[in-house]
């Protein structure tokens, strides 16, 4: 039985390298700074509205993502509020921790 996507999946990737932000996730200002750079690579659909994309990093900076985007959220566009942008924890160290 054939796959949706199998000859998508068959056609090579194209990767590109997004380079280091060096800023310190520990600073407000910085914080904010690599949330606005990470929004920049965010896809745009065809009725140009952003395409959401997952943000990850563990607990602590996700909760200062979250706070950053809690403290943006009063912008008047999209590019203010920094839509399309969802935070996740990615943990890996404590999922194998519970895992064991």
Do not use: C
């Not at 932000?21 to 065809?46: A, G």
């Not at 509205?49 to 009063?74: C, H, K, P, W, Y």
């Not at 942008?85 to 064991?100: M, Y």
Request: aromatic share 8%.
């Amino acid at each position: 039985m054939p796959h949706k996507y199998a000859k998508e999946k068959s056609t090579r990737s194209t990767k590109t390298p997004l380079g280091i932000i060096s800023k310190s996730e520990n600073v407000i200002e910085e914080m904010i700074s690599i949330l606005h750079q990470f929004h920049t690579y965010l896809p745009k659909t065809d009725e140009m509205e952003f395409d959401s994309q997952i943000f990850t990093g563990d607990q602590l900076t996700v909760e200062r993502a979250v706070n950053m985007i809690t403290s943006v959220s009063n912008g008047f566009t999209p590019e203010d509020t920094l839509e399309g942008i969802t935070i996740q924890i990615a943990d890996w160290h404590a999922g194998v921790k519970i895992l064991e």
